[in-house]
């Protein structure tokens, strides 16, 4: 026996999404038959909202509903520092650290030969017209994620910027606060040691 | 920083589902908006068109499409035998051993005195009138789920059936197949040794 059509349906749209296999699938969607229906439809509408009201910022590339975003239209931001990310899960990241006060370019993505990403697939020509229109950037903060994909990227900015003169950083690679040296891999080990500072 | 308010709500809407925390609904979020618009919508629309148009059968009590519902309305199901169960879940899951060719009703809960729901709060009523009305049925089968909820249930409509002199039947509980006898815990050890058959 097969679920009814309805059902049927809505598990199936359900599983496609990400880490939701079959089973959580049909526990969601007879949790989201068993909601009144104002609530399902609060779901199914905030879905449509989201999807149609939200774009890219022209400006960074991060996910907004306004464009410039927040972030680019804030002129209480320190307006000389650019932290360059992979996507605008970073950007919130590192917002919830309340510790940056800079701007942000978010690639969308990352060079990966393996999977035919290159340069030109990121946001990336965007941050040279950016650096190029605005004289103002001092400094331009790499923070892409330190596996091999977004190692290269880092490698790629450095490079890329080279000639403009405007000094690129990037974040300190080491031992997770909390976490436990002998249990640390030897790659991070030996950048934790590399990047080691004065007490 | 706040995320922008569409997609705050989207987060806040996916993060009710049960086993959804706020991080996964944010992965989640951030997962349909990187859909194509028309693949997101198709999963609003899904959500929408199967809230509005199951229900639960008149009959047996599952969810449905159409009422009566499909196994109701199939003739050439075994109309002598009921399989009680607690849920439509529990039907799809006795559905796909395909070995069963009765009937169902479906509960749609379980008497729980701890969570203030007594037999008048499950779809039992309507199993009496249907047993009243159709004197066809030689057979009610009791498949509750094996925990206190369950089994006090299934002594309730064991002893509300008594009178009407049909056979009530209750599925064998037992060590599971492929399970572990040293990893089975006492009352389903003592439970496989009483229901012991004569090989």
Same mark, same amino acid.
């Given at each position: 026996?097969?679920?009814?059509? +309805?059902?049927?349906?809505?598990?199936?749209?359900?599983? %496609?999404? +990400?880490? #939701?296999?079959?089973?959580?699938? /049909?526990?969601?969607?007879?949790?989201?038959? =068993?909601? +009144?229906?104002?609530?399902?439809?609060?779901?199914?509408?905030?879905?449509?909202?989201?999807?149609? $009201?939200? %774009?890219?910022?022209?400006?960074? *590339?991060?996910? $907004?509903?306004?464009? +410039?975003?927040? #972030?680019?239209?804030? %002129?209480?931001? %320190? /307006?000389?520092?650019?932290?360059?990310?992979?996507?605008? /899960?970073?950007?919130?990241? #590192?917002?919830?650290?309340?510790?940056?006060? *800079?701007?942000?370019? !978010?690639?969308?993505?990352?060079? =990966?030969?393996?999977?035919?990403?290159?340069?030109?697939?990121?946001?990336?020509?965007?941050?040279? !017209?950016?650096? /190029?229109?605005? $004289?103002?950037? =001092?400094?331009?903060?790499?923070?892409?994620?330190?596996?091999?994909?977004?190692?290269?990227?880092?490698?790629?900015?450095?490079?890329?910027?080279?000639?403009?003169?405007?000094?690129? $950083?990037?974040?300190?690679?080491?031992?997770?606060?909390?976490?436990?040296?002998?249990?640390?891999?030897? !790659?991070?080990?030996?950048?934790?040691?590399?990047?080691?500072?004065?007490?």
């Amino acid at each position: 026996m097969q679920y009814p059509k +309805p059902l049927g349906k809505m598990i199936g749209e359900l599983s %496609k999404l +990400p880490g #939701i296999g079959n089973k959580t699938a /049909q526990r969601l969607a007879f949790h989201i038959l =068993s909601m +009144p229906q104002n609530e399902s439809a609060e779901l199914a509408e905030s879905i449509l909202e989201a999807s149609r $009201t939200m %774009k890219y910022c022209s400006c960074c *590339g991060n996910l $907004t509903d306004s464009d +410039p975003c927040a #972030i680019c239209s804030d %002129k209480s931001r %320190k /307006q000389d520092v650019i932290c360059v990310v992979e996507s605008p /899960q970073d950007v919130m990241a #590192i917002e919830r650290i309340n510790d940056y006060h *800079g701007l942000y370019h !978010v690639l969308n993505g990352v060079i =990966s030969p393996r999977d035919g990403i290159g340069a030109e697939d990121i946001n990336l020509r965007s941050l040279i !017209v950016r650096l /190029q229109e605005n $004289t103002d950037i =001092s400094e331009v903060i790499v923070a892409t994620d330190p596996n091999i994909e977004g190692e290269a990227t880092a490698m790629y900015i450095a490079r890329l910027l080279k000639p403009s003169g405007i000094k690129v $950083t990037r974040i300190a690679h080491g031992i997770p606060i909390g976490g436990d040296l002998e249990l640390a891999d030897e !790659v991070t080990l030996q950048k934790a040691l590399e990047g080691r500072t004065e007490l």
